[in-house]
T-cell receptor, first 110, second 117 residues
Framework: DAKTTQPTSMDCAEGRAANLPCNHSTISGNEYVYWYRQIHSQGPQYIIHGLKNNETNEMASLIITEDRKSSTLILPHATLRDTAVYYCIVRGLGTDKLIFGTGTRLQVFP | DSGVTQTPKHLITATGQRVTLRCSPRSGDLSVYWYQQSLDQGLQFLIHYYNGEERAKGNILERFSAQQFPDLHSELNLSSLELGDSALYFC?????FGQGVMNTEAFFGQGTRLTVV
């Protein structure tokens, strides 16, 4: 599975959009980008995933660059409850396991 | 609520002892994964079972073992416990596995916090 690089930490004001970047320059054609988050020692929570098209669901949007070497997770209106560690994971089709990196610690402040 | 149930939520035991952690996957999920999260480390993949068969191993110690039963629940057995085994242990489940199958998300339980004293 391709390696990912994320900033260690980020801050965001409540109500503003949180844009979390992820670099995955060695991603291959059949590998998906997944985002999970972990709120203070709770079980990781699935957010969104995509292959090459931008994706949106009720939680977030995922923007993947055309060359697929990087992506951005967007939380459109961050709340205090979005404070968490966000993990960007690249996972191949048919690959069973998720390999977590160190993630980005997002702090949403009032 | 992810639908994945882990028991017990907390466990305190002494060094040298053996414990069993239990995981009930979401209804219909055939895959079960185990992860370890220590205070100073991230989420470490331990092992994956699919429909009762071991599919992948990660950084799992020889003192640790797991199995998945016919009813699809899974148990992680930790023996000869050491202080360094103190951690959160997470179980996750997902529907599918295998080449050609659309990737699906994994759902995590709330974990078992193991403290070895």
């Amino acid at each position: 599975d391709a390696k990912t690089t994320q900033p260690t930490s980020m801050d965001c004001a409540e109500g503003r959009a949180a844009n979390l970047p992820c670099n995955h320059s060695t991603i291959s054609g059949n590998e998906y980008v997944y985002w999970y988050r972990q709120i203070h020692s709770q079980g990781p929570q699935y957010i969104i995933h995509g292959l090459k098209n931008n994706e949106t669901n009720e939680m977030a949007s995922l923007i993947i660059t055309e060359d697929r070497k990087s992506s951005t997770l967007i939380l459109p209106h961050a709340t205090l409850r979005d404070t968490a560690v966000y993990y960007c994971i690249v996972r191949g089709l048919g690959t069973d396991k998720l390999i977590f990196g160190t993630g980005t610690r997002l702090q949403v402040f009032p | 609520d992810s639908g994945v149930t882990q028991t017990p939520k907390h466990l305190i035991t002494a060094t040298g002892q053996r414990v069993t952690l239990r995981c009930s996957p979401r209804s219909g999920d055939l895959s079960v994964y185990w992860y370890q999260q220590s205070l100073d480390q991230g989420l470490q993949f331990l092992i994956h079972y699919y429909n009762g068969e071991e599919r992948a191993k990660g950084n799992i110690l020889e003192r640790f073992s797991a199995q998945q039963f016919p009813d699809l629940h899974s148990e992680l057995n930790l023996s000869s416990l050491e202080l360094g085994d103190s951690a959160l242990y997470f179980c996750a489940s997902s529907v599918s596995f295998g080449q050609g199958v659309m990737n699906t998300e994994a759902f995590f339980g709330q974990g078992t916090r193991l403290t070895v004293v």
